[in-house]
């Protein structure tokens, strides 16, 4: 007896972020799945599938944001029970990958937790790992497995070419984003511009920018992977102003956005703040500088993509390697 096997997708949604899987899911032309995600009243985390994934191809959204800890460990138990059920392929799905900052040991007796994380996925039954802007490249060698890193670059530069006559004066917050910064500049055709900084007891200093010439009267766009707190980012802005910017964009693609970070781009030299919906923003920090533009297109791209096996670095032309 010779058997075709039928392939069949099954997206399921996790609780850090159900809207951004639905739009995927509306991207996909599919239904999202039951997750049916309870809680006991000691806080343990349960799951059960409201459908057979026998035989299919699993995605799990959930994106590591604010209660990351639960989220983190809900992903594994929804992953445990595709496995336990029987199905063919499991793709944990993280637009943000949770202690992506803690991607090696600065200092000693420090733990590695991006690699931890990584080993959870995989010892909770992941057969692959798809996340967007990563904060470090190395964090895909963590995972004992494929691990597709996207993008959110052509989000982001689309809006620009949309919404300035000319190309801006890309610069990045510091010198760890100068990599990221340089590819921006490359897709728009712009002058690129650094700001050193110093962090000095939680504190940042921005101490000069490098390209000077290149910002004086000119419209500035400051790229980063992220906001948190927005001390880095808001301090780039000021040095920037004082250097004689015309105005000062900033662009992330994963805002976190973690006290003070809202009011001080309130009160900040930044005219505009895009940031991508990576991570799910409360309706009380959604203040008038602050534009969010989506990503399940480009996620909804790859999932489709690794569920026929084609290439997944061909939606980014090859460009989406850090």
Sequence with gaps: MEVVPKKRLELYSGRSHPELAGAIAQHLGVGLGHANITAF???????????????????????????VNDWVFEHCVMIDAAK??????????????????QDRKAEGREP????????????AGAD?????????????????????????????????ERNLAYP????????????????YAQYLDAELASVYKKRARGQVRALGVMGAKEVEGRHCVLI????DTAGTIVAAAEILMATGASEVWAMATHALLSDPAVDRLKNSAITKVVVTDTVPLASEKRIDKIEVLSV?????????????????????DGENQP
């Design 41 to 67: 009243a000691n806080g343990e985390i349960h799951c059960r599938f409201g459908e057979s994934v026998r035989g299919a191809d699993v995605f799990v959204v959930q994106t590591h944001a604010g209660a």
């Design 84 to 101: 336990r059920a029987s199905a063919k392929r499991i793709t944990a799905v993280c637009p943000y990958y949770g202690y992506s900052r």
């Design 112 to 123: 590695i937790t991006a690699k931890l994380v990584a080993n959870m996925l995989r010892v």
């Design 128 to 160: 692959r790992i798809v996340s967007v802007d990563l904060h470090s490249g190395q964090i895909q060698g963590f995972f004992d497995g494929p691990f597709d890193h996207l993008t959110a670059g052509r989000v982001l530069v689309e809006y620009l």
């Design 168 to 183: 801006p004066v890309v610069v990045a917050p510091d010198a760890g984003r100068l990599r990221v910064a340089e590819r």
């Design 224 to 227: 980063d992977d992220m906001i």
């Design 296 to 316: 399940a297109p480009v996620i909804a791209d790859a999932i489709d993509a690794v569920f026929e096996d084609t290439s997944v670095s061909e939606i980014f």
